[in-house]
């Protein structure tokens, strides 16, 4: 099967971009969330060295149960992470769910994952993003569209995913759309895996 | 958006179709696009195989680029249900009647903190 441009490109950007130092998470620390979602999804919890337990279970519980996920249980992530840290962190475990399953499902091979690239972490901040009807910052009320806006390389993460592999903003308005599949089976498909996912969203 | 997207195109749907494979769906290949959904999704040793089988089915019915976009829209779902389950997003002061009678559709509970504020 030959995968079309658009989505090898957007792969080999992401598993690159994975390595790399992130915003609020070093290389190391950022290809052993990935690593610890991957287990996670096995059955298994990896306590990664250099992530510590605690953060290693949040990675695990975002990975296979983020709908028993409430605001206790993200209030007390606020002891041992910063809320900045908490949205990359999900962005990561969200974002390579996703690229893993489409491989998967696509029957394409699965990709390894890259050797982490020194560097500390930008702490670039994002301006305007605060707490707004969400447990975590965000730039305007929270939502889909911004839920990773306070964290500004995996808010652009997020979208360059989105619009290759479902629909960009332009398309979403759109529900008459035929990207390949009609709008109707797409949200089909979005439905059946929001319920296996018990996400109400 | 499912409603929404059907209700634009005329197309006959009743929501308990997304739980229910006996509901009334008149979604073109609906029943191929749940299957597909349903193994991609699935784990157990027999995951994989029942896999290749509907994808093979998927691909010959509507060809590999539809194939392509069905994984395409599973694994954005994948991302967007974390995402959104960890942000904790509320959605208006109260929750409205049509949610509530749609997580009865669904037998889901409205997450606590909608309209908390």
């Known amino acids: 099967m030959q995968l079309p441009d658009d989505y090898q490109q957007m792969l080999d950007q992401q598993y690159a971009r994975l390595a790399a130092p992130g915003t609020w998470w070093n290389g190391a620390e950022r290809v052993a969330i990935v690593a610890t979602m991957r287990r996670a999804q096995q059955g298994e919890l990896e306590i990664a060295q250099c992530l510590g337990e605690k953060i290693s279970r949040f990675v695990h519980k975002v990975s296979i149960a983020a709908h028993e996920i409430d605001e206790t249980y993200v209030k007390a992530a606020g002891l041992f992470m910063t809320p900045l840290q908490v949205v990359e962190l999900t962005a990561l475990v969200a974002q390579f769910s996703a690229l893993d399953t489409f491989l998967y499902g696509a029957g394409l091979a699965a990709r390894g994952l890259p050797q982490p690239i020194t560097g500390d972490p930008s702490e670039l901040e994002v301006k305007g993003a605060k707490l707004m009807r969400g447990w975590f910052p965000t730039r305007g009320i929270a939502g889909a569209p911004n839920c990773f806006s306070a964290v500004a390389d995996e808010h652009k993460a997020l979208h360059d995913i989105h619009s290759i592999i479902y629909l960009g903003m332009e398309e979403m308005a759109d529900l008459n759309i035929v990207k390949d599949l009609h709008r109707s089976q797409i949200e089909l498909l979005a439905a059946r895996t929001s319920n296996y996912n018990d996400c109400f969203y | ?117």
């Open chain 2, 1 to 117: 958006m499912l409603r929404a997207s059907c209700e634009e195109s005329g197309i006959a749907i009743d929501l308990s179709c997304i739980v229910d494979d006996t509901a009334k769906c008149d979604v073109e290949h609906a029943a191929l696009l749940l299957a597909f959904a349903d193994s991609v999704l699935a784990t157990g040793p027999d995951a994989e195989p029942t896999l290749e089988n509907v994808r093979a089915q998927l691909v010959a019915n509507l060809g590999e680029a539809r194939m392509f976009r069905a994984a395409g829209v599973v694994a954005n779902f994948q991302m967007m249900n974390r995402a959104l389950d960890v942000l904790g997003a509320q959605f208006g002061r109260e929750v409205s009647p049509s949610v509530v009678e749609l997580a009865a559709v669904l037998d889901m509970q409205v997450p606590s903190h909608w309209g908390n504020h």
